[in-house]
């Protein structure tokens, strides 16, 4: 029997498992909502969906316009092209055709053609050239502001002829990752910092935990990253990077910093480690995050909190003098653990 789950837009709650029946009834009463069962690669709207379409159904208003074969309507995001350098510290470099650009944070650039000229526009550049007033530009400024961004992004625009490269480094080890947001539902959740660089028309906005516990212990805080478009974006994780594919209430423990992004239809919570002992020396901390299918997750194996935190551990300490291997023989340690500036 096919089992049907939907959600209310702007909602992470979810609704299900349905019958075929009680999904037709749901989906007569509410028309907005969107849908999964096993086989579909995301949610879907419900209006596009064969088994609830009606003779008023419109097209669903948040779907790209398709291109016509004059080329006058075009995707809203730019089809930009693009290839991953390197293992433990890559890099992406977007191929632009003329007039197409890439959106990227302040500091991402590595390097980049002539032809392709360099702008900082306000917010994320979603509504840059797209008619966008000056309230819907510092409401984008702000949401960046909130989830720890800079006010500012910087845009790539290809303004020569042919073809045309830039480049965007990691600012730490781990992996870049590119993820065509149409092929996702339109939507995804990241952790803050994650966005490197996409294709001009994507949307970095906010996402809130409603519950407070998940807020407090979850490692995200309450405010996540939300890329909302069509085209491709580049997110960058620590360390390794896995995917996990979670059926409709599977549910998946991890360390509360190793969560890098997931679908908007997956829960996130959060439950104790276990008893005292655990708690106190288990190494983990107090609580792990949850989440709860159906969706696809991201898991980072180095958050940089980790990594920061290692590195601190190792920093000098005591007004910054070193402390070498042979440091607890004092100065006749220091003059044979072979690392001494003369």
Not at 51 to 62: K, R, V
């Amino acid at each position: 029997m096919t089992q049907w789950y939907f959600v209310a837009p702007n909602s992470a709650q979810r609704i299900g498992p349905l019958d075929d029946a009680g999904a037709r009834a749901h989906a007569q009463r509410h028309r907005d909502h969107q849908c999964w069962r096993e086989g579909l690669s995301g949610w879907q709207p419900v209006r596009a969906m064969p088994e609830f379409a009606t003779s008023d159904d419109a097209p669903p208003p948040h779907m790209p316009p398709l291109p016509s074969a004059s080329g006058s309507q075009r995707a809203r995001s730019d089809e930009i092209d693009y290839r991953i350098v390197g293992n433990d510290m890559p890099f992406v470099e977007v191929e632009l055709d003329p007039g197409e650009s890439a959106i990227a944070e302040a500091g991402a650039l590595m390097y980049k053609d002539a032809s392709v000229q360099m702008d900082t526009v306000f917010g994320d550049g979603s509504h840059s050239g797209q008619g966008g007033g000056f309230m819907d530009k510092l409401l984008s400024a702000g949401k960046r502001v909130i989830t720890g961004e800079s006010l500012f992004t910087t845009m790539f625009t290809h303004t020569g002829t042919g073809k045309a490269r830039v480049a965007f480094a990691a600012p730490y080890p781990g992996t870049v990752l590119a993820m065509k947001l149409s092929d996702h539902g339109g939507r995804l959740v990241c952790q803050k910092d994650s966005f490197l660089a996409g294709a001009r028309g994507v949307t970095v906005g906010i996402h809130f935990q409603r519950k407070i516990l998940t807020g407090l212990f979850g490692g995200e805080g309450f405010i996540m990253q939300k890329l909302e478009g069509d085209g491709w974006v580049f997110v960058h994780a620590g360390g390794t990077l896995v995917e996990r594919d979670l059926a409709a209430g599977e549910r998946i423990d991890v360390d509360t910093g190793c969560v890098m992004a997931y679908h908007p239809s997956v829960t996130m919570d959060v439950k104790a480690v276990g008893g005292i002992k655990s708690m106190l020396f288990g190494g983990e901390g107090v609580f792990l995050a949850t989440l709860t299918g159906p969706g696809k997750v991201w898991l980072q194996s180095l958050p940089f909190s980790r990594m920061a935190g290692r590195m601190l551990a190792a920093a000098p300490q005591g007004g910054g003098k070193d402390r070498g291997e042979g440091s607890v023989l004092g100065g006749l340690g220091r003059l044979l653990d072979g690392d001494n500036n003369f």
